[in-house]
């Protein structure tokens, strides 16, 4: 093989990691925005799941869920928080890959 021949395989070589690398540039930019977006969504629902705690607080307190037909809004509330923290969960599960 001549040397002109092995320095063509080198160039072409080294311009595939160039693209390779380029591709890898975009994609680990791409992904940290997709993960500033999850971290922004995860506090947004983080602040909604503590709004809500509170006002399911100050409803017990206020004794409005312990009558008769308040059982109802019990578990409605109840079935609201456990979907807010699944989706927290979610959350912190893309971001952990």
Do not use: F, P
């Given at each position: 093989?001549?040397?002109n021949?092995?320095?063509?395989r080198?160039e072409e070589?080294?311009?595939r ?6 591709d890898l540039e975009n994609q ?14 995860n506090?947004e629902l983080q602040a ?9 607080s100050?409803?017990?307190?206020t004794?409005?869920?312990h009558?008769h037909?308040?059982?109802?809004l019990?578990?409605v509330?109840?079935?609201?928080i ?7 969960d979610?959350?912190i599960?893309?971001?952990?890959k």
């Amino acid at each position: 093989m001549e040397h002109n021949d092995i320095l063509a395989r080198i160039e072409e070589k080294i311009n595939r990691l160039g693209e390779a690398k380029k591709d890898l540039e975009n994609q680990t930019i791409r992904l940290k925005d997709e993960c500033d977006a999850l971290y922004r969504i995860n506090k947004e629902l983080q602040a909604q799941i503590e709004e809500l705690s509170e006002k399911n607080s100050e409803l017990q307190n206020t004794g409005a869920l312990h009558n008769h037909s308040g059982e109802d809004l019990k578990m409605v509330t109840r079935q609201r928080i456990n979907e807010l923290v699944k989706e927290v969960d979610e959350c912190i599960a893309l971001l952990n890959k």
